[in-house]
């Protein structure tokens, strides 16, 4: 059996609820201290190589190699036996967060620990999970991810990937439709919590580069990206809403090299300028949205929930008046499986993402797309078989 290391960040209820700084899960609740309190940690899954490089290797559907959907309902039940070490804290509950010392937060030891794998050639991808997930899959899923990227064969292999889970209080239910909008408000409530995180990032961002600039410490010169999956990107929506109340100057703090929205259960409207994520190529260096026309569960959310068009479905609504950072890429033809849904985690599309993490430009021949038209923002996958 292998060790798989996966770091976290979470805004769930720890269980039981005695065991603060011990637990053996988180539920389906916020935690106690608030819905903006969040929790830094290492969890650690115990998993069969054999299984998992079955999994990597695997064609789907002539497609591949990699078949992360599969990997990812295997680490799901491996996640029930995993190993969890929260960062423990020791803060002075009258005093507030600015005036603490800084050493007492969970988030110093994270951002430290994250800092020294970064020195080892290691890019960071903060993944924030979709709706209907309990925290066994969201480990799953973002270990999943993290296997699936660093496959052999693929992208730069001097150049590793470390995936950093956020996990939200999504319901898990057996019954979705319920779920959905119980969802719905807690995605809105934990935006705020992601929102906190990302002012945190950009503030040990900063005194890193102050250190460095005064030769106490070296930059690793790594990049941390960012990809959010289905409700994942309202998550997002509402981060950025509190980015911006509570941000210091003008812009937001460009803290990401590339932004992923996979599957995005937002309105197809939302990257314009004035709309919820209109901002967003503030905050990254390069934008893409993946979408794909044929899937269920966001036709099941326009057409159930009387939602608008969803951005996850068919792309943004004009293409020609978002921001030039912001590249949409169809993968209708490429997308395997009945619900398709989780296609970030397909071979193909899966290895356009790592392409882009290891730099190569849109247009680079290494990937499997065309363009679709005039726009040279649009694209779609190409189907072609290994």
């Not at 309190?37 to 115990?46: A, D, H, P, Q």
């Not at 209708?332 to 970030?344: A, D, I, M, Q, R």
């Amino acid at each position: 059996m292998k060790s798989l290391p996966l770091y976290y960040a979470t805004n769930r209820n720890h269980l039981p609820e005695a065991s603060r700084w011990n637990p053996s899960s988180y539920g389906t609740d916020f935690s106690e201290d608030g819905r903006e309190n969040l929790r830094f940690g290492k969890v650690t899954i115990s998993v069969n190589q054999t299984e998992v490089n079955k999994c990597l290797k695997q064609k789907v559907d002539g497609m591949g190699p990699g078949d992360g959907e599969t990997l990812e309902s295997y680490f799901w039940k491996s996640a029930e036996t995993a190993k969890i070490e929260p960062f423990k804290e020791n803060l002075d509950g009258g005093v507030p967060d600015d005036k603490q010392d800084p050493t007492k937060f969970g988030s110093q030891a994270f951002f430290s620990d994250l800092k020294e794998e970064m020195m080892k050639s290691t890019d960071v991808l903060i993944y924030i999970h979709g709706y209907n997930v309990s925290w066994n899959e969201a480990v799953g899923s973002a270990a999943a991810l993290q296997e699936m990227l660093n496959r052999k064969g693929q992208g730069d292999k001097d150049q590793k990937v470390m995936v950093v889970l956020f996990t939200w209080p999504s319901d898990g239910s057996l019954f979705p439709f319920r779920a959905y909008k119980a969802d719905r408000a807690d995605a809105r409530d934990s935006g705020y919590a992601v929102g906190r995180a990302f002012l945190k990032l950009r503030d040990f961002l900063e005194d890193l580069r102050n250190d460095a600039r005064e030769g106490k410490t070296k930059l690793c010169r790594q990049d941390i990206h960012l990809l959010c999956h289905s409700m994942g990107n309202y998550v997002l929506q509402n981060a950025i809403d509190r980015l911006g109340k509570f941000n210091l100057g003008t812009n937001l703090p460009r803290m990401f090299e590339h932004i992923f929205l996979c599957s995005a259960d937002v309105d197809d409207s939302v990257l314009e300028e004035g709309k919820p994520l209109g901002r967003l190529h503030e905050l990254g260096q390069n934008i893409s949205v993946y979408y794909n026309r044929d899937d269920r569960a966001l036709l099941v959310s326009d057409v159930t929930k009387s939602n608008p068009q969803r951005l996850g479905t068919n792309g943004a609504a004009r293409p020609f008046i978002v921001h030039s950072k912001i590249h949409q890429i169809d993968c209708t033809s490429v997308v395997p499986g009945l619900v398709e849904h989780s296609y970030y985690l397909a071979g193909t599309v899966n290895t356009d993402i790592r392409l882009s993490i290891d730099g190569q430009g849109q247009d680079s021949p290494k990937r499997k797309r065309e363009m679709t038209g005039e726009l040279p923002n649009v694209w779609r996958m190409k189907r072609v078989r290994n």
